[in-house]
Nanobody, 119 residues
Framework: QVQLVESGGGLVQPGGSLRLSCAVS????????MGWYRQTPGKERELVASITKYGSITVEDSMKGRFTISRDSAANRVYLQMDHLKPEDTAVYYC?????????????WGQGTQVTVSS
């Protein structure tokens, strides 16, 4: 199992920036992909960005150019830098660790951190 603890959320004005951090512990050597997801009430959780253990990065189209995912392997942390924030970015942001398991995978989740973009 992998334990994930997010931090860095909060209230920010439109156009502002935030950096989310995810501390990773446990069976980290089994993790194939780390990601950030977000969810608003009544909607499904959606992928924001992900990074594989080989360094391949995916960012959802609506966030390209504004959001950047990175990792510090020595510190066992994954970051999400969010710039030019918009009110529609308001959501609970979750850190995700995906582990290969047989022919499938297992997802571990953090508790989430609230991001509110409002003037």
């Amino acid at each position: 199992q992998v334990q994930l603890v997010e931090s860095g959320g909060g209230l920010v004005q439109p156009g502002g920036s935030l950096r989310l951090s995810c501390a990773v512990s446990g069976n980290i050597f089994s993790v194939s992909t780390m990601g950030w997801y977000r969810q608003t009430p009544g909607k499904e959780r959606e992928l924001v960005a992900s990074i594989t253990k080989y360094g391949s990065i995916t960012v959802e189209d609506s966030m390209k150019g504004r959001f950047t995912i990175s990792r510090d392997s020595a510190a066992n942390r994954v970051y999400l830098q969010m710039d030019h924030l918009k009110p529609e970015d308001t959501a609970v942001y979750y850190c995700n660790a995906r582990r290969n398991y047989g022919v499938g995978y297992i997802d571990d989740w953090g508790q989430g951190t609230q991001v509110t973009v409002s003037s």
